[in-house]
């Protein structure tokens, strides 16, 4: 009877995806791997548990994607940020992040409405090609059964930024070739929603992607909306300066860098030891 109930339960899913105005709400919360060893002449246990406990809640966010069965838009769900505690700045540099996210799967190309540094950027580009090794190892995500995949990856290593009384390695060359390395990126999908999207850039399987890990980020579902009563607005963002992926990361890391001498040259003029940077790449 249970294996029934499963068999009529995906019949009804399969059905609602089928149907020609099919459209969904996946909502995903967001976590990062934070480690940070500071200087403990500097910084007491209380001052460095502080820390941590603010970045950790800088990466705690809540993503909504809003898909049919065509293209998709990803969009932080923002909340009131907690104001910060007297004596401690904490600045975050995030430079892979997005505003607004629309992707297009039958078109094979994203639209990245982003507002960097004071200006709306607008990144048109081709939607990356993931290389998936599909497995056969299975868990449940909430009620729904979920396939395994995996890729590797390279990415930029980017070292975190710390300061405390200006105690930094702030004269390290700029425009040095970053160092690379693979990281294996695994991914959770479900057969059951016969979407092949997901949150953030990750897309390309059988199902919908309801848990992705690159070894420092996890993104999971929490909850999933068919047809909910209210329309849902999955339009291609149009305003911001239109560039493609290099262009805007070109432009970016000019800007950090920057901004990475002007503190330096602060740094160096005033020591307050009150101020923590952390450079963090996409």
């Known amino acids: 009877m249970k294996r029934i109930v499963i068999l009529l339960a995906f019949t009804f899913v399969t059905t609602i995806i089928m149907a020609q105005e099919f459209q969904g709400k996946a909502i995903y919360k967001t976590s990062r791997k934070i480690d940070i060893q500071l200087d403990s002449t500097q910084v007491n246990s209380e001052q ?13 966010k809540t993503y909504i994607l809003s898909f049919n069965r065509e293209a998709s838009t990803y969009k ?31 078109e094979n190309r994203y639209t990245n409405q982003n507002e960097s540094f004071s200006k709306l950027f607008l990144i048109k580009d081709k939607l990356e090609e993931h290389d998936w090794e599909l497995t056969n190892e299975k868990k449940f995500i909430g009620e729904y059964e979920c396939l395994k995949a995996t890729k590797i990856r390279e990415v930029e290593v980017v070292q975190s930024g710390i300061s405390i009384n200006g105690d930094r390695d702030l004269d390290a060359e700029v425009g040095e070739e970053p160092e690379m390395k693979k990281v294996t990126v695994t991914a959770w999908y479900t057969p059951q929603i016969p979407i092949s999207n997901g949150p953030a850039n990750y897309h390309g399987l059988p199902g919908l992607i309801l848990e992705v890990n690159d070894g420092t980020t996890t993104m999971i579902c929490s909850k999933i909306i068919f047809n909910p009563e209210k329309q849902l607005d999955i339009e291609e963002p149009k305003k911001g300066k239109e560039i493609n992926q290099e262009e805007y990361d070109a432009i970016m890391d000019k800007k950090v860098k920057e901004m990475h001498e002007r503190m330096k040259s602060n740094w160096n003029e005033d020591r307050r030891g009150e101020n923590v940077e952390i450079r963090i790449g996409g």
């Open 48 to 60: 460095h548990q502080l820390m941590m406990d603010m970045l950790k809640k800088q990466f705690q």
């Open 76 to 106: 932080e769900d923002e909340e009131l940020e907690a104001p910060q505690p007297a004596g401690v700045e904490l600045m975050v540099i995030n430079t892979g992040g997005a505003d607004l996210l629309y992707k297009n799967l039958k």
